[in-house]
């Protein structure tokens, strides 16, 4: 295993034990996966990957994304924590602003520290299920080649103290 990858598998599990660590104090409980289109302005892939959130109030919920996909020139990975802020927050339909900071790992490249923002909703299917959409920009430090994304996202939501 790679030692990139060993980074990545540490922060993402320091991420989930801190985004796990408020579950007693959280209104609604998320974990979920995404699949998509990522890109820079030289290469571009299909990719997935898994994401874990805990919303405390309707105004934001903290989360934490980890992602690969398979470039041309090689595996791209990331694990990025960060935060959504919604702007419109109903039950069946939730539009948000996100951001946060993260850890990338580029094709033939190590592993870099960058910063992501971007735009999200949610539609809830089911009072426990919830399929969206999400568009990210990843600015990463030290090179050029900076990340985007459109995903299809999906969840299964833990609401209140007592479904765990």
Do not use: Q
């Amino acid at each position: 295993m790679s030692t990139t990858v060993k980074k990545l598998l540490t922060l993402c599990m320091l991420s989930t034990a801190a985004a796990f660590s408020s579950l007693t104090h959280a209104v609604e409980h998320k974990i979920g996966g995404h699949l998509g289109a990522y890109g820079t302005a030289a290469d571009s892939g299909l990719g997935g990957g898994v994401h874990f959130a805990t919303t405390p109030n309707s105004l934001a919920s903290f989360h934490v994304d980890l992602s690969t996909a398979a470039f041309t020139a090689g595996t791209y990975y990331s694990a990025s924590p960060g935060i959504v802020f919604y702007g419109v927050d109903y039950a069946e339909f939730k539009l948000g602003l996100l951001g946060g900071p993260g850890f990338y790992s580029l094709p033939n490249d190590k592993l870099r520290f960058g910063l992501h923002f971007g735009v999200m909703g949610d539609f809830a299917i089911s009072e426990e299920w919830d399929v969206g959409m999400e568009s990210r920009y990843a600015a990463v430090l030290g090179t050029r080649k900076n990340v985007w994304s459109v995903l299809l996202t999906f969840g299964h939501k833990f609401i209140g103290k007592g479904d765990w």
